[in-house]
T-cell receptor
Framework: KNEVEQSPQNLTAQEGEFITINCSYSVGISALHWLQQHPGGGIVSLFMLSSGKKKHGRLIATINIQEKHSSLHITASHPRDSAVYICAVALRSFGNEKLTFGTGTRLTIIP | DAGVIQSPRHEVTEMGQEVTLRCKPISGHDYLFWYRQTMMRGLELLIYFNNNVPIDDSGMPEDRFSAKMPNASFSTLKIQPSEPRDSAVYFC?????????????FGDGTRLSIL
């Protein structure tokens, strides 16, 4: 069983819809990352969080440490949000250095 | 800020050849990471350095893989001899330090194809 599970694997939505991508993990962590990978392949770090919630523009990330679960929300989705979103955790036993990645959620926003 | 710079962007070579991937981290960043991404296994950490010193290379798949960081502004990942199963996208990333507010900055990756 993967230590990091993401759902859904693929998501297609209409422009303007509210998007939620979920990430569950099975071990103790020191931090959780949300990454965005565009069709061209580049990877951008969106959020790092260890508790609570963070917001950047239309993106919101939340984490519940007790439930070992995080969500990434996109409000008023736009075609340019189409990308693969990857959840990664820094395992507590290794500190913040070593990331274990989910398999990603491929998001497609249709105009 | 130029970001993390990787070269080459694409590499196609024949099985058995030596392959060298290069990375220039963001100036001032103390941590450098090498990752591999494949369709089957997704993103995997291969090795990371702190202040030019390799800290954890447990993700390096075989002795055919080696990584060096001779100074703070340059790192290489070498595969010798290369095999078709090494075909993947290899990413380099750097971060200023560890901690919740220090993200990793990724390069654009090197797409490696071993024929």
């Amino acid at each position: 069983k993967n230590e990091v599970e993401q759902s859904p694997q693929n998501l297609t939505a209409q422009e303007g819809e509210f998007i939620t991508i979920n990430c569950s993990y099975s071990v103790g962590i020191s931090a959780l990352h949300w990454l965005q990978q565009h069709p061209g392949g580049g990877i951008v770090s969106l959020f790092m969080l260890s508790s609570g919630k963070k917001k950047h523009g239309r993106l919101i990330a939340t984490i519940n440490i007790q439930e070992k679960h995080s969500s990434l929300h996109i409000t008023a989705s736009h075609p340019r949000d189409s990308a693969v979103y990857i959840c990664a955790v820094a395992l507590r036993s290794f500190g913040n250095e070593k990331l274990t990645f989910g398999t990603g959620t491929r998001l497609t926003i249709i105009p | 800020d130029a970001g993390v710079i990787q070269s080459p962007r694409h590499e196609v070579t024949e099985m058995g050849q030596e392959v060298t991937l290069r990375c220039k981290p963001i100036s001032g960043h103390d941590y450098l990471f090498w990752y591999r991404q494949t369709m089957m296994r997704g993103l995997e950490l291969l090795i990371y350095f702190n202040n030019n010193v390799p800290i954890d290379d447990s993700g390096m798949p075989e002795d055919r893989f080696s990584a060096k960081m001779p100074n703070a502004s340059f790192s290489t990942l070498k595969i010798q001899p290369s095999e078709p199963r090494d075909s993947a996208v290899y990413f380099c990333a750097s971060s200023a330090s560890l901690g919740v507010n220090q993200p990793q900055h990724f390069g654009d990756g090197t797409r490696l194809s071993i024929l």
